[in-house]
């Protein structure tokens, strides 16, 4: 296809086109095709819908929403509008209006798995985790396999201690989507919620080999590089117990010192809290530099 | 795994205020556990307070706010009354006022930190980074400490 030929193409020959690429991920051809389509066809919601589509997975938020604010204008019901609204409502942190957006999609749509894990997900981005669990749980009633509301309840479940072994709604993910990336994210969170973080980093490796121009699978695999760094065993406590492990180190610190400081010989407990507030700043410390070399 | 359906109105009554922007996430316990170190049991019920304010829970969580600072006002009323017999536990008084308003306030911190663990642990998992805690921790001692001076002033008169 070159960018002449969309000149004298009709519409529908022109959106065949541009949904091939797109299945092929060449957005920078889908791109030229669209913008000389809308030249021709500047009315076109199908073609304007790629238009913000393209915009949005380029990262271009702001022009996406404008050419959806055209589209609705339009065609105030179209469903993909809406809901590439509501996620980038979500990716720009307009929390509430991203709800705004699910509700009103659910409210025409009560029986869309999609969208029940939509919600489900932003909820549980809000730390709002019952709500994201009987969205998700409603969203399974529909569809008992769909893998974004099987996500969402999967991660309430590890919130809430269920682990590998007795995660249900993780073994259903597994088995049944054990494809998609979102299966693997959650096999990732799981492992490293055991501490298992070599084991959890070989998964993210496999899932960046599946998509390697993920940037978040990027920072995903580095994160555990940092993490499993020989520099960062003496934190172990803090990375395998997380805040409860700091809490642990603090009353341990703080009580344990009250309560010896007079047996201590003199100045140990001096040496005691250096020695403790050096392993703060060590924590706290060392991680961003590590960050910077690794 | 057979789901029993919901209220649908009422899963579908928004949850989010249109104020919020951002993620939800919370202070850190180390945030918690430093303000209260620094600041005392007043410094840490305003951390917590803004805590739950962030996680919408703050009419949820006001019980456990008050009490916090019942809490606080009598361990004042007692110990800086005139007269109250330091001595007795082996501390001077300034010492021993010091170290016993810590200890209070760490153990407000940790009952902060139990109340919303689940929450941090779901920061764990979604992956949510704990905001910047500076502005709010420093904020929080300043008043805490005032809150604190003034209360043992108005116990003294």
Redo the contacts between chains.
Sequence with gaps: VTDGDSAILDERTLVGRVEMLLDRRRYDQAERLVADGLHTHPDSVRLLYFSAFIDWVRDRNQAAQSTLGRILAQDPGHYGAQVMLGQIHRES????DA??VW?AL??DF?EDADLYGHYGSL???????D?AR??A??G??HD?EHAHCLFVAA?CD???GRQLGDN??LA?LLRAHPEHIRTGLMLV?ALE?RGQDRQAMRVAQQLLRSQPDSPELVDMVRQFRLKTHWTMLLLYPLQRW???A??AM??AV??GL?ALTPQLPKGASGAIVLGWLGY?LYS?IWPSILRRIV | ??????D?DE??R?????????????Y???AL?LTA?FGGPFALIGIAALNASR??RLRQDSGYLIAGILLTIGFVTIMYQPGFEWHMAGLSEAAGAR?LS??LA?LLA?AA?LLH????????????DAPSPWAAAIGCCLLGIGALAAAIILVRL
């Design positions: 942190n307009r929390l509430a709800e705004q509700i659910l409210r009560p909820m549980l981005g809000a730390l709002n985790i709500k009987r969205l749980g409603e399974l009633r008992p991660a590890l919130i809430d249900e709604r259903e969170a919620d997380g805040w409860t700091s809490v603090w009353a703080v009580f009250t703060c706290w | 795994v057979a789901e029993p359906p919901h649908i899963l579908l928004p949850s989010l205020s249109p104020e919020t922007t951002g993620s939800a996430a919370i850190s316990p180390n556990f170190f996680l919408g170290t810590r200890a760490l940790l930190y663990r689940r929450f941090y642990r779901s920061m764990a998992i979604v992956g949510l």
